[in-house]
């Protein structure tokens, strides 16, 4: 079993920034597939940003591109979204979610069924 707990929402104004956190543990090696996903009131739910374990890249939806960086820390079993140049359409629900997966590719696009989930944190972002 793995757990999910993510941290670090919050308001802001447009052009700020927020950091969100995500700690993961329990079978940690059920987790090589890491990835942030947002849900706005109305809309269906995105993938933000990715990242594969052992991978030098990382995925990211193009309206985020520029502004989002999402990191991992092995030592902690963390994983991060740094959230610069806010725009009110960030305004969403976001979630952490990891899987493991046999191909770096099936991380991405969002079309991969993820197996954990934490419970998510706001972020509003005001114009």
């Known amino acids: 079993q793995v757990q999910v707990v993510e941290s670090g929402g919050g308001s802001a104004q447009a052009g700020g920034s927020l950091r969100l956190s995500c700690v993961i543990s329990?079978?940690?090696?059920?987790?090589?597939?890491m990835s942030w996903f947002r849900q706005a009131p109305g809309k269906g739910r995105e993938q933000v940003a990715a990242?594969?374990?052992?991978?030098?890249?990382?995925y990211y939806v193009d309206s985020v591109k520029g502004r989002f960086t999402i990191s991992q820390d092995k030592s902690k079993n963390a994983l991060y979204l740094q959230m610069n140049s806010l725009k009110p359409e960030d305004t969403a629900m976001y979630y952490c979610?990891?899987?493991?997966?046999?191909?770096?590719?099936?991380?991405?696009?969002?079309?991969?069924?993820?197996?954990?989930w934490g419970q998510g944190t706001q972020v509003t972002v005001a114009s």
């Open positions: 979610a990891v899987v493991r997966v046999h191909y770096e590719r099936v991380c991405y696009g969002g079309s991969f069924t993820f197996s954990y």
């Open positions: 329990g079978n940690t090696a059920m987790s090589n597939c």
């Open positions: 990242i594969f374990s052992g991978s030098p890249s990382a």
